[in-house]
């Protein structure tokens, strides 16, 4: 799950070079931090035992909710086009399910 955040946080990135500048402070500011958030808090809990790290996994599963309502802001913007957006929402979704299945299997 860390590997598909981490491939989720890239191609956000490379996205983000396509944005208007002016959104550099506002939305893709905020898509950047929700992409990275569900990268960070992964890595955050993973050193600490079941119950701590199955907090992280919630605030990384919140991230991606997130990033995910961001991406139909871009779209309706008209920043990204259908085609990137089901990407990246196909991307996101394994994650979710990834994360809610490790996280289903911690005591």
Not at 13 to 39: A, G, N, T, W
Not at 63 to 81: D, M
């Amino acid at each position: 799950m860390w590997k598909l955040g981490l491939e989720i946080t890239n191609d956000v990135s490379d996205m983000l070079l396509d944005f208007p500048k002016h959104e550099r402070y506002d939305l893709s500011s905020q898509i950047m931090r929700c992409s990275v958030s569900m990268l960070s808090n992964i890595a955050e809990g993973s050193p600490r035992i079941d119950k701590p790290f199955s907090h992280f996994l919630d605030i990384s599963l919140g991230s991606s909710f997130e990033l995910g309502t961001q991406l139909l802001v871009a779209k309706h913007r008209q920043y990204i086009n259908n085609e990137l957006l089901k990407k990246l929402e196909d991307k996101i979704e394994e994650f979710q399910r990834m994360t809610m299945g490790f996280q289903n299997g911690l005591s």
